[in-house]
């Protein structure tokens, strides 16, 4: 989840609420979803909370909502923009993969350090969410007195910019953080940022570059250039920003204008011109969505009145009107800084956030079904609680494990027809190399687990009823899934009647008939070793485990052993 | 007067004049110390025999004094080479401590003790002998040899043997036996030996032999061997009170894959294709072909809702969608994939509200495996279709739950899932510190979920990890002593059940 660091003081200058404690915005953020997780060196607060909102990725954006929460402000406000002096040139060289780009100028803002620090988290946290860590939208912002338009060409006023796409080394610039003039794939080899982001671009035939009149000023998504970069004196500001979807630059941006103009910027308008036509930006655009009095009830299971609901409504920053007819509908606007409302029914959770989720009296719903578990389940657990009653300690185990312990320590092959040598259904990119696939048998785990415990206390006979897997292409989900009951006796005096004395006792409390005939399986002794077959089946194999595998756990002692399909005993 | 056999010996053994010791009267009556004292402090508690209780000093030597007697303390040793070498003048010390044939801490040894005993001077490296000196009237050798002898010696001679660790001084209770008045009159009342036995046997019973004897008394206070049965899972237990919880609250289990293609575990629950929890590192994908076997209508439901929303007012993600990828198969990383499954029809059939379905099962997440981490783990997951569902109906549900597990005073603090909406986090007090815990994720699930698989009414569901309900009610610090072939069979062995 996104963790957000605010200055209290900002956040009492912002909101306007200078003498507010910072345990009581504490719980009013913990109201809003805002968690408080700790402070940082500088004394801001950590706030986590869930990526719907992300609008408030800043203070200014908290501050935002407080003050609807606060009750000083109240429906949707949009910022007032000036018309455009600059346009964002779309070039044919632009790569296809990253087609769009947005943005706006921003005039008049006052950036101390704190201002600064603020957008420059904005923007890093932008990019790590909805930018998808900047493959999906990744965001410029520049000096505007740094840059010099092109003069648009015939009649056009006003200054230019071109967005294209370059070769690899098509050209050079001073990047961030640098002062070496580098062509793009030198940036993503050389540079620190360069490397981090080379995956995004490195596929691409041409790169994406952003030019002015005197030259290549941004590499984007990677790095801008050093001509640019935004100080505490940059008093007018260029946001440009790039990505492979137009909807999720288009809000991102507004974001950032949104969090600019609460410091008092103004937001100048740009012109972006595709080949297909021109469009203005940044897109303010205020969105309509239609709810029911009635559904506003059903799901928060109250009853409201209709200019309640309006209030709520205003005070979640959304403006509402209402609709009166057989049924009320309210036709609700829905400010452009907002990405998370995809349906009439996130109307609904701000209304209740905004009415208080907490004030709602629980109920226990009034419908009457059928309690029941699993046959599977059932079962299970009957046949657990048997092998608890012949003493064995009931054990949990993972289910993933690596091929050397369900394989090779077993001496078992795989791809053999003995119990756990099926074919391994494989974790494509394993975190760890001891949890690589899934457990085709169970007793690899209980070997495991006596290996572990050979300071404890002995006899130790233990007994698992577990998940096992093996690849089988012909099953729709490509694995073929089941549970196994196995056991081991590791005592000093264990051997092949132990255990098979246990399994008979097991077959009869499930009336299912067991026969031994002899077989042959490699982590057992030969001529010690017999096939499990229930009710005419064979269903797995009990025996004393072979010397090697037993020295190969570090075991000192001899250990008898039987492994089955559960289904058997259904 | 009727007594165990071996308290009629003693008492036979006893005199009332002269005392006996313990020693005395096992010899007398031929049986072990150790039963005779047992039968002596019986026959006391009864007032036959009266019990006086002396202490009585032996000295041993040690290993060292022993060795001394043999050999020869290290300080005479050492005059007597001193003279030989040097012939009554001083001689350099490692030529005597050659000839001495001392070694190690003796040589230390030697040399204090000939100084503080007079045997000479030692200056400038030099050993000088006293001519005077008489190592034949060392009282030191003499006690130790009187001591080998097994006679006394003077007190502060052993003083000094002792503070040399060359004795130990061991201390004795000496137990004298007489015979009461009680006693007396036992005697010549006449005194018979009751039979005692270890063990009832088969024969005894059948025999009817058993009237006649007296059982040996055992020491019921002692501890006895260990004995160990076998205990279900304390997971397992955990899980077992959940589902009776659950079933009790009108749940009916699900069941169903644990390889599941990512359609089932994550975009029939509305989860973007391009989320952060679906990116390659977050999830388990296997190494095998992808799932054949979809409903097409419900792929095509799915993939619109995720491009274009649910409902005149909807709107999608604006991400791609790739059915390849949906077909793709996984470890599920949420049982919600059951719930997905059922919820569809094509698990159980069309179901028609209300219902309530549970699970209790495995998940996994690659996730950094620590102390409350672990890659693979239960997860309860719950849902209640029904007409018309309220928040409070969902909050009533969690609280009735809850309860059961002695956490109380639930809140609610507004989530978000891409899945739910509203969705909550759940909060409770801990039964035991009182504090405020997280316990659970829940919501409603949204229309963009339920209308693709053909649910028209409203649907709330919620999940929690099993094992944090295990800890938080139990307090293991870390659960990779539970779960998993790291476990501690002693703390499994030791764990209190689940009442």
């Given amino acids: 989840m996104p963790v957000v660091d605010v200055q209290p003081d900002e956040l009492r200058r912002l909101t306007g609420h200078e003498d507010k404690s910072d345990e009581e915005f504490k719980d009013d953020l913990f109201a809003l979803g805002l968690e408080f997780e700790g402070v940082t060196d500088d004394g801001a607060f950590q706030l986590e909370f869930g990526p719907d909102r992300l609008d408030r990725l800043s203070v200014e954006g908290v501050a935002r909502s407080l003050r609807y929460q606060y009750g000083d402000a109240r429906g949707v406000s949009v910022p007032n923009t000036n018309d455009p002096d600059w346009t964002f040139v779309v070039d044919d060289d632009v790569p296809d993969e990253r087609p769009y780009v947005t943005g706006a100028v921003v005039r008049g803002i006052d950036l101390d350090d704190a201002a600064l620090d603020s957008l420059i988290q904005l923007q890093e946290k932008l990019h790590a969410t909805m930018g998808r860590k900047r493959a999906k939208g990744a965001i410029g912002i520049h000096d505007l007195t740094m840059l010099k338009g092109d003069v648009l060409s015939e009649n056009a006023s006003g200054n230019s910019i071109t967005y294209t796409g370059i070769e690899p080394d098509g050209d050079t610039f001073v990047a961030l953080d640098s002062n070496d003039e580098l062509t793009p794939a030198e940036v993503l080899e050389q540079h620190d940022t360069g490397r981090k982001y080379a995956d995004l671009v490195s596929e691409y035939d041409r790169y994406p570059a952003i030019y002015d009149e005197i030259g290549l000023f941004s590499f984007p998504p990677v790095i801008n250039g050093r001509r640019t970069e935004v100080s505490t004196d940059s008093r007018d500001l260029l946001v440009e920003l790039t990505g492979t979807d137009q909807w999720t630059i288009d809000r991102m941006c507004n974001i950032i204008c949104y969090a600019l103009a609460a410091r008092g910027a103004t937001i100048e308008d740009v012109e972006v011109q595709y080949e297909e036509g021109t469009v203005v930006k940044p897109d303010f655009e205020v969105e309509t969505k239609h709810v029911s009095h009635d559904r506003i009830e059903t799901v928060l299971g109250v009853e409201l009145e209709l200019d309640e609901v309006i209030d709520l409504f205003e005070r979640s920053g959304l403006d509402a009107d209402a609709e009166l007819g057989d049924e009320t509908v309210y036709e609700v606007s829905i400010p452009p800084y907002r990405v998370d409302v995809l349906h009439p029914l996130d109307l609904v959770d701000d209304v209740g956030r905004a009415y208080g989720f907490n004030e709602l009296e629980p109920r226990y719903p009034d419908v009457g079904t059928v309690g029941q578990r699993h046959e599977r389940s059932r079962l299970e657990d009957a046949v657990r609680t048997s092998l608890v009653g012949l003493g064995f300690e009931d054990l949990l185990n993972f289910h993933m494990i690596s091929e050397g312990e369900n394989y090779e320590r077993m001496d078992v092959e795989v791809g053999s027809d003995s119990l756990g040598g099926g074919e391994p259904a494989s974790i494509t990119e394993p975190y760890s190399e001891d949890y690589t696939m899934l457990r085709t048998w169970v007793l690899p785990s209980l070997t495991m687990v006596l290996e572990n415990n050979t300071h404890r206390a002995y006899p130790q006979d233990l007994a698992e009823i577990g998940h096992v897997a093996h690849r089988d292409d012909d099953e729709n989900t490509r694995v073929a899934e089941s549970r196994h009951v196995a056991a081991v006796l590791a005592r000093h005096d264990a051997t092949y009647e132990d255990a098979k004395a246990r399994l008979a006792a097991l077959c009869r409390d499930f009336d299912a008939e067991l026969e031994t005939p002899a077989t042959e399986h490699p982590s057992f002794i030969d001529g010690r070793t017999a096939a499990v077959v229930i009710d005419g089946e064979e269903v797995g194999v009990v025996g004393e485990l072979h010397p090697k595998v037993i020295v190969d756990h570090d075991l000192e002692l001899p250990v008898a052993a039987f492994e089955f399909d559960l289904s058997a005993l259904a | ?499």
């Fill in chain 2, 1 to 499: 007067m009727r007594l165990p056999e071996s308290q009629v010996a003693v008492l036979n053994a006893a005199s009332a004049t002269d005392e006996r010791t313990i020693a005395q009267l096992a010899e007398a009556t031929d049986q072990k110390p150790e039963t005779v004292t047992g039968a002596v402090f019986d026959l006391r508690d009864e007032g036959l025999v009266s019990v006086t209780e002396t202490t009585e000093e032996s000295v041993e030597l040690t290993d060292e004094g022993a060795e001394y007697a043999e050999d020869g303390l290290p300080e005479v040793r050492l005059y007597r080479a001193a003279l030989d070498v040097g012939d009554g003048d001083a001689v350099p010390m490692g030529q005597v401590i050659g000839a001495s044939s001392l070694g190690g801490p003796q040589v230390d040894i030697a040399l204090s003790n000939f100084a503080r005993k007079g045997y000479g001077h030692i200056d400038s490296g030099e050993l000088a002998p006293d001519a005077d000196a008489d190592p034949d009237a060392d009282e030191e050798a003499a006690a130790l040899a009187a001591l080998e002898s097994g006679e006394s010696v003077d007190a502060d001679v052993l003083d000094q043997l002792e503070s040399r660790n060359l004795v130990v001084r061991h201390e004795r209770t000496i137990r004298a036996v007489t015979l009461t008045d009680e006693g007396v009159t036992a005697l010549m009342e006449g005194v018979e030996a009751a039979e005692t036995v270890d063990r009832l046997t088969p024969e005894m019973l059948t025999s009817g032999e058993w009237e006649d004897v007296e059982f040996t008394e055992y020491n019921v206070e002692a501890d006895a061997p260990e004995a160990r049965g076998g205990k279900k899972h304390i997971l397992r237990q955990t899980a077992d009170r959940v589902k009776d919880v659950l079933t009790g609250m009108g749940f009916a289990e699900m069941e169903g894959p644990h390889a599941d293609a990512d359609f089932w575990i994550n975009d029939c629950l509305f989860m973007p294709q391009d989320h952060p929890a679906r990116t390659h590192w977050d999830r388990f994908a296997l190494d095998v072909p992808p799932m054949e076997d979809i409903p097409e209508d419900l792929i095509d439901n799915v993939r619109d809702a995720h491009l274009n929303g649910v409902g005149e007012d909807g709107d999608g993600y604006h991400s791609p969608w790739s059915e390849d990828f949906a077909r793709a198969i996984a470890l599920r990383g949420h049982t919600t994939s059951l719930s997905m499954r059922y919820l569809s029809g094509h698990e159980v059939g069309e179901l028609e509200p209300p219902q309530r379905y549970f699970s209790v099962e495995k998940v996994y997440r690659n996730d950094t495996l620590d102390p409350t981490h672990l890659l693979e783990f239960y997860q309860i997951e719950g849902w209640v279709m029904a007409e018309d569902l309220s928040v409070r109906d969902l909050m009533g549900t969690f609280e009735e739950f809850y309860s059961h597990f002695g956490i109380t005073d639930i809140q609610f603090k507004p989530h978000y899932n891409p899945y739910t909406e509203p969705s909550f986090e759940l909060f409770g007090r801990h039964p035991e510190t009182g504090e405020l815990i997280e316990i659970g994720n829940s919501g409603m699930f949204r229309e963009e979920v339920l209308r693709p698989l053909g649910v028209e009414c409203d649907v709330m569901a919620w999940g929690l990890a099993l094992e944090r309900l295990l800890m938080l009610m139990y307090g293991f610090d870390d659960i990779r002593d539970v779960h998993g072939t790291l476990c501690d069979l002693d703390l499994l062995r030791e764990t209190e059940v689940l009442k």
